[in-house]
């Protein structure tokens, strides 16, 4: 059996190359197997593995932007319950929704300080420093730094 990814599909239709569409159920999700005037072909991802559509109207709206509008369903494999089974863990995705999740929170919190301070200035509650004051600071601020590293250091 061959495979065609999107594209290959999508050329071999312009083509008229292909003579007929089937979703097949595969346990939880179903697959698209290619009839093409040649022989059978499954549509896979870039990785070359079946592309599995658990919601079957996805897999019609990915085969309508190729061109077709009817296919067969063949649901005799298709086994929703299975779902939970199939279902597979991905740690890396869960560390990265994560790591959003933090950004947001650390957004919000900055966005918040902004909003507070620009309104501090409208009413008056904040000023604005002079380079001197901020320079005043910053050299006491370093003066406290380095007294507390030669006390450690000692």
Not at 25 to 37: M, P, R
Request: charged share 30%; net charge positive; with cysteine.
């Amino acid at each position: 059996m061959h495979t065609l990814n999107l594209e290959q599909l999508k050329a071999t239709t312009l083509a008229g190359g292909v003579t007929g569409i089937t979703l097949r159920g595969d346990g939880a999700a179903f697959v698209v197997s290619v009839q093409t005037l040649r022989d059978e072909a499954i549509l896979v991802t870039s990785r070359k593995q079946p592309r599995r559509f658990a919601d079957p109207r996805k897999a019609l709206q990915v085969l309508r932007s190729t061109g077709w509008n009817e296919c067969h369903i063949d649901a005799s494999q298709w086994r929703p319950e299975d779902r939970a089974l199939e279902k597979t863990t991905r740690p890396d995705r869960s560390a990265a929704l994560k790591a959003a999740h933090e950004a947001a929170d650390y957004d919000r919190w900055f966005r918040a300080k902004a909003s507070a301070a620009l309104q501090g200035l409208a009413d008056g509650t904040n000023r604005i420093l002079s380079d001197e004051e901020v320079n005043a600071r910053r050299a006491a601020l370093r003066a406290q730094v380095l007294a507390l590293e030669t006390k450690a250091g000692a």
